[in-house]
Structure formats: C-alpha cells, structure tokens
C-alpha cells in the first residue's frame, strides 16, 4: 500500500478520490490552503496539512509539499483542482501525476488547445483569439452565432453565448496578456468526460452528458453515458501527445452523434464520481498497462446541495422539473457517506469560508472558490 498526497481538498472529486483510496488501503494525506475545507472532517484522511495559497505564494506552496512528501514518505502526489498547475511547477520535486506545466499550458488555453487539436485532425470549433476590436469585429464578420470566453477561464463563468456585438464590447477588455476567444457557436448535447491515462494509455475512463448545471458551466448531476465517439476522440488525442496524468474534455454532440470538442481540463473533474465505486479504479493511477476501467454502470451521482440550489429552481424556468426530480430521486449524494458523514453534514464550514473571502476582495462566490488556486498562465517562479 501506498502514501498518498492529494491536493485540493475542497473539491467533492478530491474527497471521492481520498475516500476511493482509503478503501483500498492506502493512507492518505491531504493538503490544501483553505480553511474548514470539506475533506477536512473525513475519517478516510490519515492527516490534513495547512498550505500557503498557490497562486499568491507558488514557492512557499511547493516548498510545503515538497516538505509533507519528504516526512510523510509520500509515493503519490495527485493534485484535484486547479492547483495542479502549480504542482505542474514543481514536478521535478515532486513524485506528481502530472504533465510539466509548459505541457499543460498548451491544453488549458482554450485558443492553444483548439489549435493543437486542429493540427491532429480532430474536431473543434473554428476559433479566433480575440486581442484587439479588430479581432472581435472580424469574429462577428465571420460567424452569425458565436461564443465568446477568456483563453484562461474556468465553469463558463465569464463565458457570453450567443451576445450581440454591444454586449461583447461591453464585456471584453481588451489586454493582450489576458486575450480571449471567439468559437463559432454549434448546435447540440453536451457531453463530457474524465480520463486518467499514462503516455497515451487510457487506464480509466468515464462520460457523462451535462444536464443540470449551477450556472451555465460546472454540471452537479452525473449519469455515465456510454460514447464511443468522445472516447475515441479523447483516445486518439492522448495517445498524439503521449500524454500522462488525469484530464477531462467538453464536447458538443451533433444530431448524427458525432462529438467537437471544445475546451480540455487537464485536472481531475466529475467523473472521478462514477469511476470511484470500481474496484480497479485506484489502480489506474498506478499501474500504466491496466486494461480500461470504465463506470460498472450509470451510477446516477449528484451535488445534492447544488441539485437544490441551482438546478431545481433553473428546471422551474425550463421546464424540467420531472427530469430533475428523477434525477434528484435516483441519484447518490456525493458528499454524503454513512461511514463517513462529517464532510456532508459540516459543508458549511467551507462555503462560509468562500462567503468570507467573496466579501474580502470583492468577488462572487463562484470566483473565490478558486481564488487562491487558479492559474491563468501566470509564469513559474524563479
């Protein structure tokens, strides 16, 4: 068995893994740098470790870890969240899974991935990197539906569908050092999926279509979805990359079923939930020649909290309030585990938190969730 050091405690998929993990024998450690964060109460953690924020103090966080691994004796560093961009910084210090950061930039820009993808004969939207009013003059030129979202953005949360050019203009600053993009908007479901895979090897995977959302982006109802076409997609990009560690994928499904891909997570996202329950999942991380792990099942899994707040007031307006009662009746709590219920029934501790920083500086909620951990192709320090 090993010693594991997950990062990103305050994540529903960092407590699925941590618990996963525990199962399995493994002891695991977790360090995060927010107070009263959900993981935090789980019986399923050996230790938590407190961390200087990563994108304020990105040293002083890799010289915390690099300390925990070092007196902890960990053999696995799996980062969750968007700090896995900064553990990307110190991967030569760390026994991470992860790709270098100059890896991962190429595949969290939105404009660098769609151009990457291009270049292997995959399907993207055709793609504008918007700098200047040129750039978006042009954009509204060439499209009559487009999408418009900043190359470094996370959850859809600043992200404009379908906006009039007023809007756009309204919206956008124009700074070459935080550009945007323009995507041509198309028509369609969306799927998404979670793989973890070692130098293009695919060990375990999952997809699931995004129904019921809190906003317009992060999905808090999952449901596997068999899709050979997103597998193959994400299978046939891995292996031109020789990609290794875990990432995810948003793809637009048309009406003949086939998928366009339009952005990449190289993180961990919320498939991890219907992978977990596997008994091979956690060897994926491990072992590079696993045959595929996929979900034993749909395994409906859900955000309950999230269902409530944000999905069940949007299926009012949308009318689809059936569908998400079906969904809310037949799926399982993520964060809740009878063996476990300390992270469930004290959730509140972490959002308080988020309430607190939110006031601090001036932000929604949603953005100081990842206030101190998001990375926006900031440079590695010196």
């Given at each position: 068995m090993s010693n594991i050091l997950?990062?990103?405690?305050?994540?529903?998929?960092?407590l699925?893994l941590?618990?996963?993990?525990?199962?399995?024998g493994h002891v695991?450690f977790?360090a995060e740098?927010l107070?009263g964060?959900?993981?935090?109460?789980?019986r399923c953690?050996?230790?938590?470790?407190?961390?200087?924020?990563?994108r304020?103090?990105?040293?002083?966080f890799?010289?915390?870890?690099?300390?925990?691994?070092?007196r902890?004796?960990?053999d696995?560093?799996l980062?969750?969240?968007?700090e896995?961009f900064y553990?990307?910084m110190g991967?030569?210090r760390l026994?991470?899974?992860?790709?270098?950061i100059?890896?991962?930039?190429?595949?969290?820009?939105?404009w660098?991935?769609?151009?990457y993808?291009?270049s292997?004969?995959?399907?993207?939207?055709?793609?504008?990197l918007i700098?200047d009013p040129?750039?978006?003059l042009y954009?509204f030129t060439?499209w009559?539906?487009?999408v418009?979202k900043?190359?470094?953005s996370?959850?859809?949360s600043?992200?404009l569908?379908l906006?009039t050019?007023?809007q756009a203009?309204?919206?956008?600053?124009?700074?070459p050092?935080?550009p945007w993009v323009a995507?041509e908007?198309?028509?369609?479901a969306?799927?998404?999926?979670y793989?973890?895979?070692?130098?293009?090897h695919i060990t375990?995977h999952?997809?699931?279509?995004s129904e019921?959302?809190?906003g317009?982006?992060a999905?808090?109802?999952?449901?596997?979805?068999d899709?050979?076409a997103?597998?193959?997609?994400?299978?046939?990009?891995?292996?031109?990359?020789?990609?290794?560690?875990q990432?995810?994928?948003?793809f637009?499904e048309n009406a003949?079923?086939?998928?366009?891909?339009?952005?990449?997570?190289p993180r961990?996202?919320s498939g991890?939930h219907?992978?977990?329950?596997?008994?091979r999942?956690?060897?994926?991380f491990?072992d590079?020649?696993?045959?595929?792990v996929?979900?034993?099942?749909?395994?409906p899994?859900m955000?309950?909290?999230a269902?409530?707040?944000?999905?069940?007031?949007?299926?009012?307006?949308?009318?689809t309030?059936?569908?998400?009662?079906g969904?809310?009746?037949?799926?399982?709590?993520?964060l809740?585990d009878p063996?476990?219920p300390?992270?469930a029934?004290?959730?509140?501790?972490g959002?308080?938190?988020?309430?607190g920083?939110?006031?601090?500086?001036?932000?929604?909620p949603?953005q100081?969730?990842?206030f101190d951990?998001?990375w926006?192709?900031?440079s590695?320090?010196a």
């Amino acid at each position: 068995m090993s010693n594991i050091l997950l990062t990103g405690g305050r994540s529903p998929a960092a407590l699925e893994l941590a618990r996963a993990f525990h199962r399995e024998g493994h002891v695991v450690f977790m360090a995060e740098s927010l107070r009263g964060h959900l993981s935090a109460p789980s019986r399923c953690i050996a230790r938590n470790f407190l961390v200087p924020p990563p994108r304020q103090q990105t040293a002083d966080f890799l010289n915390a870890l690099v300390g925990i691994v070092q007196r902890q004796r960990i053999d696995l560093v799996l980062p969750v969240n968007e700090e896995t961009f900064y553990v990307a910084m110190g991967r030569s210090r760390l026994p991470a899974f992860v790709e270098p950061i100059h890896t991962l930039r190429r595949l969290h820009h939105k404009w660098d991935f769609a151009f990457y993808a291009a270049s292997l004969g995959l399907s993207v939207p055709e793609s504008i990197l918007i700098e200047d009013p040129d750039d978006l003059l042009y954009a509204f030129t060439h499209w009559r539906e487009l999408v418009l979202k900043p190359a470094y953005s996370r959850f859809a949360s600043q992200t404009l569908i379908l906006p009039t050019i007023n809007q756009a203009l309204a919206t956008l600053t124009f700074d070459p050092a935080c550009p945007w993009v323009a995507q041509e908007f198309i028509h369609g479901a969306q799927v998404c999926t979670y793989s973890v895979v070692h130098r293009g090897h695919i060990t375990a995977h999952a997809a699931y279509r995004s129904e019921f959302t809190a906003g317009q982006g992060a999905t808090v109802a999952f449901r596997h979805a068999d899709h050979p076409a997103a597998f193959e997609w994400v299978r046939t990009f891995v292996e031109a990359a020789q990609f290794t560690g875990q990432i995810s994928f948003d793809f637009i499904e048309n009406a003949q079923g086939a998928v366009t891909a339009l952005e990449c997570n190289p993180r961990a996202t919320s498939g991890v939930h219907l992978l977990a329950a596997h008994p091979r999942f956690t060897k994926a991380f491990f072992d590079p020649a696993l045959p595929l792990v996929t979900p034993d099942g749909p395994n409906p899994s859900m955000l309950s909290t999230a269902m409530l707040a944000f999905a069940l007031p949007d299926s009012f307006r949308k009318r689809t309030f059936r569908r998400w009662l079906g969904a809310f009746m037949r799926s399982r709590d993520t964060l809740f585990d009878p063996r476990d219920p300390l992270p469930a029934l004290l959730q509140g501790r972490g959002i308080l938190h988020y309430l607190g920083l939110a006031r601090r500086h001036g932000l929604s909620p949603l953005q100081a969730s990842t206030f101190d951990i998001e990375w926006n192709g900031e440079s590695p320090p010196a």
